[in-house]
């Protein structure tokens, strides 16, 4: 009698261990992934990838506020061009360690996010789209004015140079630069995560799904939004501050319009309201140009185009809504 009362607890408590394997599995394999091109991997390549990491920061910056707090936002690219600029400037003008650039640039963007947000989130939709759209055409304006020409560089930029790797270390400043890029990406991914299962983050999609309601259950949606939309913005601005430091310069012309655009086709592309989708997205706008150009030299954007609309003609909910579709056939 008691092996038969025992197997079964015994069997019962056997079966989780399974789906934990997998999950064990699966990280070794992200992280064999990630390291790998760190040994593999050419100078320009790596310098690439280092580019696709900082881009999937700043495009989940993004979709915080559009994905899952329903805020279309056209001008995240003036928040990466802020943490850039607080970066450069903080580097060449008071000779302080990059390290120290990356939570500043956030702090800064963030407490810009959140005096824009205050009065352009209570338009929404539309209006709000327009308003972050203007913003991202002003930016590149005012860091040439010639009043703040002193601090920005002008026309002209800032010039920066990439940290050597620390405790000696025997990594090149590339190896470093991507080691050092994709942990902190992953530590934004998981506090990201974290944010949206939490009962903030329930909130924040409850807003997102019907306004009204929320509102009506007590929640302070004009709170809550431009909350969002400050963590956003020091989300997309520490992308800022890393691409400077990868890219070794600034300049207004780096922060045109068209990144701005081309942070909004990652997230599509990787998968609105996703936490994984911004790494999918990261890796399309950086490969996937360089791509179109291998294929017509004459036309790259044309390539570029119909690539584009044939990935969202096939995956309509971009790279995480067919990781979805193909998990819920796997779990079946």
Same mark, same amino acid.
């Given at each position: 009698?008691? =092996?038969?009362?025992?197997?079964? !607890?015994?069997?019962?408590?056997?079966?989780?261990?399974?789906?934990?394997?997998?999950?064990?599995?699966?990280?070794? /394999?992200?992280?064999?992934?990630?390291?790998?091109?760190?040994?593999?991997?050419? =100078?320009?390549? #790596?310098?690439?990838?280092?580019?696709?990491?900082?881009?999937?920061?700043?495009?989940?910056?993004?979709?915080?506020?559009?994905?899952?707090?329903?805020?279309? =936002?056209?001008?995240?690219?003036?928040?990466?061009?802020?943490?850039?600029?607080?970066?450069?400037?903080?580097?060449?003008?008071?000779?302080?360690?990059?390290? +120290?650039?990356?939570? +500043?640039?956030?702090?800064?963007?963030?407490?810009?996010?959140?005096?824009?947000?205050?009065? /352009?989130?209570?338009?929404?939709?539309?209006?709000?789209? #327009? !308003? !972050?759209? +203007?913003?991202?055409? *002003?930016?590149?304006?005012?860091?040439?004015?010639?009043?703040?020409?002193?601090?920005?560089?002008?026309?002209?930029?800032?010039? &920066?140079?990439?940290?050597?790797?620390?405790?000696?270390?025997?990594?090149?400043?590339?190896?470093?630069?991507?080691?050092?890029?994709?942990?902190?990406?992953?530590?934004? @991914?998981?506090?990201?995560?974290?944010?949206?299962?939490?009962?903030? $983050?329930?909130?924040?999609? *409850?807003?997102?799904?019907?306004?009204?309601?929320?509102?009506?259950?007590?929640?302070?949606?004009?709170?809550?939004? !431009?909350?969002?939309?400050?963590?956003?913005?020091?989300?997309?601005?520490?992308?800022?501050?890393?691409?400077?430091?990868?890219?070794?310069?600034?300049?207004?012309?780096?922060?045109? &319009?068209?990144?701005?655009?081309?942070? @909004?086709?990652?997230?599509?592309?990787?998968?609105?309201? +996703?936490?994984?989708?911004?790494?999918?997205?990261?890796?399309?706008?950086? @490969?996937?140009?360089?791509?179109?150009?291998?294929?017509?030299?004459?036309?790259?954007?044309?390539?570029?185009?119909?690539?584009?609309?044939?990935?969202?003609?096939?995956?309509? $909910?971009?790279?995480?809504?067919?990781?979805?579709?193909?998990?819920?056939?796997?779990?079946?």
């Amino acid at each position: 009698m008691a =092996s038969e009362t025992t197997t079964p !607890t015994v069997l019962a408590s056997a079966r989780p261990a399974r789906p934990a394997l997998r999950y064990a599995g699966l990280l070794w /394999a992200i992280g064999i992934a990630l390291l790998l091109p760190l040994f593999t991997a050419e =100078s320009y390549r #790596l310098f690439q990838l280092t580019l696709a990491a900082i881009y999937a920061i700043a495009i989940l910056g993004l979709n915080l506020v559009t994905g899952y707090n329903g805020q279309i =936002s056209l001008g995240h690219g003036a928040f990466y061009a802020v943490g850039a600029y607080v970066a450069a400037i903080m580097m060449d003008k008071f000779g302080l360690p990059y390290w +120290s650039t990356l939570p +500043s640039a956030a702090v800064v963007c963030g407490l810009v996010g959140y005096g824009i947000g205050f009065p /352009a989130l209570r338009l929404g939709g539309l209006y709000l789209a #327009l !308003t !972050t759209f +203007s913003l991202a055409v *002003a930016v590149p304006q005012i860091l040439k004015y010639k009043g703040i020409e002193e601090w920005t560089g002008g026309v002209q930029g800032v010039l &920066v140079f990439k940290p050597d790797a620390p405790f000696g270390l025997p990594l090149s400043n590339d190896q470093y630069l991507y080691l050092l890029t994709v942990a902190i990406a992953l530590g934004v @991914f998981l506090l990201a995560r974290n944010l949206m299962a939490s009962r903030i $983050g329930r909130a924040i999609m *409850a807003i997102r799904d019907h306004g009204l309601a929320a509102e009506a259950m007590g929640m302070d949606a004009a709170r809550l939004k !431009t909350s969002t939309f400050a963590v956003s913005a020091g989300i997309t601005g520490l992308a800022g501050a890393l691409s400077a430091i990868a890219v070794e310069f600034v300049s207004p012309d780096s922060f045109q &319009v068209a990144l701005s655009i081309t942070l @909004f086709v990652g997230m599509v592309v990787g998968g609105v309201a +996703s936490i994984i989708g911004p790494a999918f997205g990261g890796l399309f706008v950086v @490969f996937v140009p360089n791509l179109a150009e291998e294929v017509s030299k004459a036309a790259p954007g044309v390539i570029y185009g119909i690539i584009l609309i044939a990935f969202l003609f096939v995956l309509p $909910g971009g790279v995480a809504g067919l990781l979805r579709r193909l998990a819920a056939r796997l779990h079946r």
